[in-house]
């Protein structure tokens, strides 16, 4: 009897061990946390979205490639792609530095607008809210519901306030309003490679008011390549 409430006894407890280690938001959250911790990286993202689901603004707005290195300290340093111009920019927490057809200029600087459609004070106002690959995977993963791990990705879906959230950070006027997101829907895939973060991929539909218009948003980032980067680790 005693043998067996004591092997009963293990075997719950081996149970419950077993079900904290494959845990799939705990395992994800230390493999962004080895990322953060690596000392520097670089990374590149690619958006995409069906032809007007992109956001608004048009062509000069919609985002494109974005290649970037990051620092243990904070400093970021972004090369983006707009139609076919290529942008610098570096950042550290809210502030930085926008390279301009008139040179450089502080974030701040460039997002004074003379209420005219700007690309430079929008992409200015875009990256005051703008989260190093680490930082943003780990504001997705408090975003997400449940996470599943399946055929080598860990998946599940966004919170409908986590697709508002996430859809409401784009550009906008100091002061104004976050605007009203309709019907929010999204998901959310991570990779992980050697105990880190690899790769991740989030989708966010809704339906919102741009400047007086009314648009319908459907769009895909992927954020991958996590690789060391030789200065930014010197840096670090």
């Known amino acids: 009897m005693k043998k067996n409430i004591a092997f009963g006894v293990f075997a719950l407890v081996a149970s419950s061990l077993l079900a904290a280690d494959s845990d799939p938001k705990a395992e994800v959250k230390a493999a962004i946390k080895k990322l953060a911790d690596s000392g520097g990286y670089s990374w590149k993202t690619t958006p995409s979205a069906p032809r007007g689901g992109g956001g608004g603004g048009g062509g000069r707005f919609r985002p494109g490639l974005t290649e970037g290195q990051a620092a243990k300290d904070g400093v970021t340093h972004l090369s983006m792609t707009r139609g076919e111009n290529t942008i610098e920019a570096y950042l550290k927490e809210k502030k930085g530095a926008l390279k301009t057809e008139d040179g450089w200029k502080s974030l701040e600087e460039a997002s004074q607008s003379d209420g005219q459609p700007n690309p430079t004070t929008f992409l200015a106002r875009m990256l005051s809210n703008f989260k190093a690959p680490a930082a943003e995977a780990e504001d997705l993963l408090t ?50 490679k050697d105990g880190v973060l690899s790769k991740y991929e989030y989708k966010v539909q809704g339906k919102m008011n741009f400047n007086g218009n009314d648009i319908n948003i ?19």
Do not use: C, H, M
């Open 143 to 192: 975003k997400t519901k449940d996470l599943k791990k399946d055929e080598g990705a860990y998946s599940g879906d966004l919170t409908e306030e986590g697709v508002k959230q996430l859809l409401a950070r784009g550009p906008r006027r100091p002061g104004a309003d976050a605007p009203n997101v309709e019907d929010p829907k999204g998901s959310v895939k991570f990779w992980v």
């Open 218 to 236: 459907d769009r895909t980032t992927i954020v991958e390549r996590f690789e060391r980067d030789a200065f930014f680790a010197a840096l670090s």
